[in-house]
């Protein structure tokens, strides 16, 4: 079965830090772009960052630039979100979603088939708190 299972939320003070986790299992790591979103109570789905796991191609939203860090092994079909200097507008449920495909174009196609609809496969989320 095609799985991917989030960890690492938490709650943490404005300014902290946080990793993390979407264990993926059930398909080949390789041929799929992986990324992060996040939705908060009465906001839209909003994209945070991907990587295309055959290149390490690599995307992120404006908003999470310099503060984020995707990144993947690999070895343990693990892809990683590094988020420092975190503020409360950060505050969400954090889902990986995987796209079948490979380097640049697919990024792109990750990034309009999230807000489009019809990604392959997601988690059940993890949630970010980031208190004040």
């Known amino acids: 079965d095609v799985q991917l299972v989030e960890s690492g939320g938490g709650l943490v003070q404005t300014g902290g830090s946080l990793r993390l986790s979407c264990v993926a299992s059930?398909?080949?790591?390789?041929?799929?772009?992986i990324g992060w979103f996040r939705q908060a109570p009465g906001k839209e789905r909003e994209g945070v960052a991907c990587i295309s796991n055959s290149d390490g191609t690599t995307y992120y939203g404006d908003s999470m630039k310099g503060r984020f860090t995707i990144s993947s092994d690999k070895a343990k079909n693990t892809v990683y979100l590094q988020m420092d200097s975190l503020q409360p507008e950060d505050t969400a449920d954090y889902f990986c979603a995987a796209d079948k495909g490979q380097g640049a174009q697919a990024i792109v196609l990750w990034w309009w088939t999230l807000h489009r609809g019809g990604m392959d496969y997601w988690g059940k989320g993890t949630l970010v708190t980031v208190s004040t």
């Open positions: 059930g398909f080949t790591f390789d041929d799929y772009v």
